[in-house]
């Protein structure tokens, strides 16, 4: 079949929207037709090459929409089944799957190859094969994945907005509850207020943590960051330590959230100094493949026993974190609606992520 699809055909390229071909979906997989994809960060690590992708590839990797077709050996997702995209598939199998830490599956190590798990392609453009982002390619108006990366949701919860919740979401409440271990009374400080970020803020906010200190230099972004949970803002890391320094006699924060648009080895140290004895500085932003050098005192993180940890899906189990994040939102607990900021046509894509780049979104989505 045809459906329309955004490609990256090389790094640096701006965004191509084409007319594309798709094949049915395989042993174990599912054609979804999507209702909305968001526009996250991770994407832009395409285009810059941070995250070293091979080309081309339909991006995409946060979206939702309706099961329209399943392949041989697919159980428990029908056609017409509302599913939201997981970027990281979870085969319920493995040793991660079964010790309940499906954000590590080890289905996840085919997400950065192009092909789906079995190895070939079902997107196809210009004579060539085109990967899928984390197998996903939500930038696209129909999609074939594993049944895997979906996860069944009630019928009732707005498409769009679901959408969301296959990464971004999910990626920063459990940076705050799952990594982080926010805990009630909890000083926490979150850096970076993007889509990530604002979910890291809801988490530690519903954790019950008595301040959140939100670290951002876009004034819009600060202002914003009130409407999720925070407390007290601050434009640098420098002013975030001298009022968290103030706020808590000196003890520091317990936790220490990092979402910003790419990890800086260099600020570890600074970020380490925000937190206090046992303190945790969790790390989910994106770091340069590369960079294999982080700057801080480590005399300070053994007599403070302090900690650094990686977040990957905000340590996540997503067929059980999805369905219950939504939950919240059902109840009012969560906010969804309100972190979309615009709303733009597949042909907008590039003109979102400019958005993005200019700090006027705090999460762009495309509605099909």
Known sequence: MKTKAAVLWGQ?????????DLDPPGEGEVLVKLAASGLCHSDEHLVTGDLPFPYPLVGGHEGAGVVEAVG???????????????????????SYCARGIGNLCDSGAAVMLGPQLDGTYRFHARGEDVGQMC?????????VVPAASVVKI?????LHTAALVGCGVTTGFGSAVRTGEVRAGDAVVVIGAGGIGMNAIQGARIAGARMIMVVDPVEFKRAKSYEFGATH???????AWNAISDLTRGRLADVCIVTTGVAEGAEVGPELSLIGKRGRVVVTAIGHPEETTITTNLLELTLYEKQIRGS??????????????????????????????????LEDINQGYEDMRSGRNIRG????
Not at 135 to 143: C, K, N, P, V
Not at 312 to 331: C, K, M, T, V, W
Not at 333 to 340: A, C, M, P, T, V
């Open 233 to 239: 803002t601050a434009s640098s890391i420098d002013e």
């Open 154 to 158: 009630d019928d009732d919860i707005p």
């Open 12 to 20: 640096n390229e701006k965004w191509q929207v084409e007319q594309i």
């Open 135 to 143: 197998l996903l390619g939500t930038f696209s108006e129909y999609t």
């Open 365 to 368: 989505v495309i509605r099909y």
């Open 312 to 345: 990957l899906f905000g340590s996540s189990n997503g067929q059980h974190d999805i369905p219950r994040l939504l939950e919240l939102y059902a109840l009012g607990q969560l906010k969804l609606d309100e972190l979309i900021t615009t709303e733009y046509d």
């Open 72 to 94: 041989p050996n697919v159980a428990d997702i029908a056609e017409g089944d509302h599913v939201v995209m997981m970027f990281l598939p979870a085969c319920g199998r493995c």
